[in-house]
């Protein structure tokens, strides 16, 4: 069982490597006219072609075979009046899928009355700064130590109508073969105390305002919020797993400290917000840690 396991943690990884075989055949693989290098290269071939069979396999039957991980409370990492969306709180995985950890992830879109966000369905794509989302502080949810934080890739503009969505899905899957940086976009990973590892992520570009290395506190600004990576609006991922890396990791449950669920004040519960329901996060307490 512990190796069904190990191979289920890296099946992102092996199914990167197989899907990039099967890729190089089909452009390439007629330029291999060498005498004797056929019979090697359909091994190769079927070989990636059964490691990439192995993984679906995996993903499929093992979660139900995964231990049962408590949920953590951890700070939110925005402050203010927030939607949910993906939420774990209405299906698990939160994002259909649990690659990169994201199987307890959940997406905050800002939605204050006061700055109303652009009607979806109308330009198929329009410029990131025009929601309000775009540039909130973000928060560190746990102390730590800051292993992971980057800011150089660009925001892109909105997918804002249903043809914006289809250009999206053909883009993910082609951000899927850059890795999981080109999907998680711009973000800060942070080591807790007690071996978690708390993700902020779609951060804007330039924005980061910690270093790796660095050791914060919960509710320290981390950066703001942007359109980086697989977003289709400017919003902040949220997630917690149990490895710094996102080939790996597995995610983890939690639930908001520092919250009300709807609108009311001051905050009353830890439990995330389903699907389209808000949150109003009020500011930490402490924002640095010595």
Request: glycine fraction near 10%.
């Amino acid at each position: 069982m512990r190796i069904v396991l190990a191979i289920y943690r890296v099946r992102g990884a092996l199914y990167f490597v197989a899907a990039g075989v099967l890729i190089g055949n089909a452009l390439f693989g007629r330029l291999i006219t060498a005498e004797g290098a056929l019979p090697y290269r359909n091994v190769v071939v079927w070989v990636a072609m059964a490691l990439a069979a192995l993984c679906v396999v995996l993903t499929y039957l093992v979660p139900r075979l995964l231990p049962q991980q408590s949920s953590r409370s951890v700070l939110a990492p925005v402050v203010g009046r927030w939607q949910a969306l993906n939420s774990p709180a209405s299906a698990v995985p939160s994002h259909g899928v649990r690659a990169y950890g994201q199987a307890y992830a959940i997406d905050l879109v800002y939605d204050d009355s006061q700055a109303p966000r652009p009607e979806f369905g109308q330009t198929m794509m329009s410029n990131p700064n025009k929601y309000p989302a775009f540039g909130q502080p973000v928060y560190a949810m746990i102390n730590g130590t800051v292993v992971r934080a980057s800011d150089w890739r660009r925001d892109h503009r909105t997918r804002s109508n249903a043809w914006g969505i289809v250009y999206m899905m053909i883009e993910g899957a082609l951000r899927e073969l850059g890795g999981p940086g080109f999907v998680i976009g711009n973000h800060v990973v942070i080591r807790g105390d007690d071996g978690v590892f708390a993700v902020v992520a779609h951060l804007k570009r330039g924005s980061v305002t910690v270093s790796i290395g660095q050791r914060i506190g919960a509710g320290a600004l981390v950066g703001h919020c942007g359109n980086s990576g697989n977003s289709s609006e400017p919003h902040v991922h949220a997630q917690l797993m149990d490895r710094s890396s996102f080939w790996t990791g597995q995610g983890i449950p939690m639930g908001f400290s520092n919250i009300a669920n709807g609108d009311e004040t001051p905050a009353t519960s830890t439990e995330l917000p389903e699907n389209g329901e808000h949150l109003i996060a009020r500011p930490a307490r402490t924002a640095t840690e010595n």
